[in-house]
């Protein structure tokens, strides 16, 4: 019997794993994807948000203010990108100036640190290109930005280097009781833990109501994005948020941590619990809102669109703790925003409640920190040079666009947790991520996954499942 089984590895199950392996505890993770970050944690804003917008005294708060507080420092530990970039909540009339003040008071009250009220002159400073009709923006110096799948990847492949283990292309089909904890049924078998982790994301209520009297509800909340090439990087270098409202902070404009610009997301609920196919209707809305905050957005060089989902629960808070009747069974339900930023948060609170529970010791040997994948271009050209001498492959460049090598790309597939698909390796280097979108390198990255894993060329998937790239040999038979 496992100590613990957590169900999802988004950024919410790895952060629960990276914190159970402080402890000696035998702990598995299932996914139902062939990687970690395939669902909410893999398409969203990339926000480290600040902490003012929820509200005060409620568990979102409270994870919000405490993740955000501690991304920085994780950030180093596990290597991944993070950037304390600030962000700017427009004002856009004197009618809703009033709507400014209170969200300022209840940053305030939240804990946030060097919030102001600023007026348009100092706005333009800052940000050229904010509307000219702004009237105030409440500027949050906290904010920042990260890499969401270097956040999750990092913080799985930390977990299983202490020792958690991690089971794919598992799907939970349902839970039994037992005397001494819970027996997990999948598709792959069953499974015994002493106690179980529900980090299902937009699954989560289905799996809570599988074992408790008091129902959850989750409504999927799509997000439609637009992505801008890296020639507009510099188009902003503050998040530039809207005055949230009930259906969130709305359509924002941002960097990103690897130099691009990121516009949206729409808030459109929807009863498909998987569904991220984006629609031109949603693309639309993010074009016209996006342009209410700023001019001359250049929507132009649009490399991709994509959308991701959200687990809005009905009473809009987090629900991170032991469900009243079904003792041994734990939820991390509506895990919406600001989410990838509590996520830190939320996995400690987690593992103390586990800990506590199950009476957990340290674990002296845990390894609190991680290296990345080695990115070359950080290097100096003697560096670089000495290299390339040492490993040759890192002087084959693979994906043109982002200047990614086949070193790095190796690395990926050969570390702990290692890619198996064109996404995994895409997440984890960004191979395909550029402007070609891998028209270009797709095929060579395809080559190395299969040489490196030992699949056959035509097993290698984009996404796992039956997502195949290939129909066959284009020579066979003649």
């Known amino acids: 019997m496992h100590d613990v089984i957590i169900v999802g590895a988004g950024v919410v199950g790895a952060a629960v794993a990276r914190e159970l392996s402080r402890c000696r505890a035998d702990v598995v993770v299932l996914e139902r994807f062939e990687d970690v970050c395939c669902g909410t944690s893999k398409a969203n804003s990339a926000i480290v948000h600040a902490g003012y917008d929820a509200p005060t005294g409620s568990l979102m708060a409270q994870l919000n203010l405490r993740g955000s507080q501690m991304m920085e420092e994780l950030s180093r530990e596990l290597d991944f990108p993070y950037r304390r970039n600030g962000s700017l909540v427009l004002c856009m009339s004197e009618e809703d100036r009033p709507r400014l003040e209170r969200l300022y008071q209840r940053g305030l009250a939240n804990g946030v640190e060097g919030l102001r009220i600023i007026g348009p002159e100092e706005i333009h400073a800052m940000e050229p290109n904010v509307s000219d009709n702004v009237v105030a923006a409440l500027d949050v110096p906290t904010g920042a930005i990260v890499c969401p799948f270097g956040l999750t990847i990092a913080l799985a492949e930390n977990a299983a280097a202490n020792g958690v283990r991690f089971q794919f292309d598992t799907t939970v089909t349902g839970f039994t009781r037992e005397q001494e904890g819970w027996t997990v049924h999948t598709d792959k078998g069953d499974l015994s833990a002493r106690c179980v982790v529900n980090a299902a994301g937009t699954h989560a209520d289905q799996l809570h109501n599988m074992v408790s009297g008091q129902k959850l509800h989750i409504i999927p909340r799509r997000g439609d994005y637009y992505l801008l090439d890296k020639t507009t990087g510099g188009f902003v270098d503050h998040t530039i948020f809207q005055l949230p409202n009930k259906m969130g902070k709305g359509v924002l404009v941002t960097p990103t941590v690897h130099g691009n610009t990121l516009v949206g997301p729409t808030a459109i609920e929807q009863e498909d619990r998987d569904c991220t196919a984006t629609t031109r209707e949603g693309l639309d ?5 996006a342009a209410v905050t700023v001019k001359n957005l250049p929507l132009r060089q649009t490399i991709t669109s994509f959308a991701g989902l959200r687990a809005h629960e009905e009473g809009h808070e987090f629900i991170v703790d032991e469900v009243a009747d079904a003792p041994g069974f734990f939820d991390c339900a509506g895990i919406e925003s600001p989410g990838l930023s509590s996520s830190p948060a939320i996995g400690e609170r987690m593992a103390g409640l586990l800990r506590e529970k199950l009476s957990l010791e340290p674990n002296p040997d845990f390894i609190p920190t991680r290296k990345g994948i080695l990115n070359p271009q950080g290097l100096s050209f003697q560096e670089r040079q000495a290299l390339i001498r040492e490993k040759p492959a890192y002087g084959r460049v693979i994906c043109r ?23 995994g390796v895409k997440r984890r280097t960004r191979a395909g991520m550029g402007r070609c979108q891998g028209g270009f390198c797709s095929p060579r990255v395809m080559e190395l996954i299969a040489r490196e894993t030992g699949m056959d060329l035509g097993d290698v998937t984009k996404c796992g499942g039956q997502s195949r790239l290939t129909v066959g040999k284009s020579k066979e038979g003649v």
């Not at 809305?285 to 809102?289: D, G, H, I, L, T």
């Not at 790095?408 to 996404?423: K, T």
């Open 285 to 289: 809305q993010v074009a016209e809102k």
């Open 401 to 423: 666009c982002e200047g990614i090598t086949e070193g790095e790309i190796l690395d990926a597939i050969r570390r702990p947790l290692g890619a198996r698909s064109l996404d």
